[in-house]
């Protein structure tokens, strides 16, 4: 009689990369692995029942990304965020989503607005369920969406470089659900804003709302 094994996720050859990229990118959301630590190819490899070399380049691909640093001839790490980077990181969000959230204002439509809501709820029912990792990659999807309709591509082109090391420091500082909650609570003004072509409060409630991620990585200094 054969003997019974761990259980391995089987998949399509052609999705292999992809669904290797999204497990080991949860992983890193849901904070399974935090910064500094290393990835665990092997463990990975057996999961899904690969070799090493599928896992080497979704890896690749997270460096690329900025989730994962993978040093030369050793093994990959999560990538670690500053304070000060993260201080830097947060000042520039704040300009840029600032600027994103007016522009988008002067030209909503109801396909923008629905967009919006829909990703807003779905990272509150994650949050509901306790799901972190989900709602924080949500949360970060709701916001580049809005950079992507603002219509200056050059907002989205940044944001996006910066996606994953913001997506850190939200992991780090960003621990109480209760916190989470509420602050993606704010979306619905800001949405709100938006759809009402309201450019004062649309950018006011954004700077607000990416305030509290500044407020988040850095200790607060004096004026």
């Known amino acids: 009689m054969q003997k019974t094994s761990e259980p391995t996720i089987l998949l399509e050859r052609s999705s292999l990369a992809d669904q290797v990229f999204i497990h080991i990118k949860r992983m890193i959301l849901a904070q399974e692995l935090k910064g500094g630590e290393s990835i665990p190819e092997d463990k990975i490899a ?5 070799s090493r070399t599928p896992i080497r380049e979704c890896l690749r691909r997270l460096e690329r990304y900025g989730l ?12 670690e965020v500053g304070s000060e980077e993260a201080r830097y990181i947060g000042e520039v969000r704040s300009e840029l989503e600032t600027l994103a959230a007016r522009n988008l204002a002067k030209k909503s439509t109801p396909d923008d607005i629905n967009r919006l809501r829909e990703l807003t709820s779905t990272c509150i029912s994650y ?9 924080f990659e949500t949360d970060g999807v709701f916001h580049l969406e809005i950079a992507k309709r603002c219509g200056n591509p050059y907002v989205y082109n940044i944001l996006k470089t910066l996606d994953a090391k ?3 420091i939200r992991i780090i500082n960003c621990t109480n659900c209760a916190i989470i909650h509420s ?11 938006i759809e009402n072509h309201d450019t004062k409060s649309a950018s006011s409630l954004m700077r607000r709302h990416i305030g509290n991620f ?5 200790p607060a200094e004096g004026e």
Not at 46 to 50: A, D, H, I, R
Not at 68 to 79: D, E, G, L, W
Request: aromatic share 6%; net charge negative; glycine share 6%.
């Open 46 to 50: 057996k999961t899904f029942g690969v």
């Open 68 to 79: 994962v640093k993978i040093n030369p001839r050793s093994y990959a790490t999560v990538t």
């Open 127 to 135: 949050i509901e369920n306790g799901d972190r990792g989900e709602a």
């Open 166 to 168: 913001i997506q850190l």
């Open 183 to 193: 602050d993606i609570e704010i979306h619905f003004q800001i949405i709100e804003a």
């Open 214 to 218: 500044v407020d988040h990585t850095s």
